[in-house]
């Protein structure tokens, strides 16, 4: 099934977020810190596509890719125990 064009918008809006935090010289630590505003659009994506559809969004936008594979460390560094649980 194609992609809609809301869970294109919504992976732009993702992907605008990450290029311009990084085009103003932001890094990852700087994304992570500020990406709580995104986190609900991402849910939304995560809960409404299929594993391939987020796969196809991740191959056509790389700043959404960029900030899944942050989110995808961040729980793997909770889950491991290396990161403490935020609060």
Do not use: W
Request: charged share 30%; hydrophobic share 35%.
């Amino acid at each position: 099934m194609p992609l809609t064009e809301k869970q294109k918008h919504l992976a732009r809006d993702i992907d605008k977020y990450v290029k311009r935090t990084t085009r103003d010289g932001g890094d990852d630590q700087d994304l992570l810190v500020s990406m709580h505003a995104y986190m609900d659009t991402f849910k939304l994506l995560l809960d409404n596509s299929t594993r391939r559809e987020m796969n196809e969004l991740c191959q056509r936008y790389d700043g959404f890719y960029r900030f899944a594979i942050l989110l995808e460390q961040l729980a793997e560094g909770i889950a491991n125990g290396n990161l403490p649980v935020p609060q």
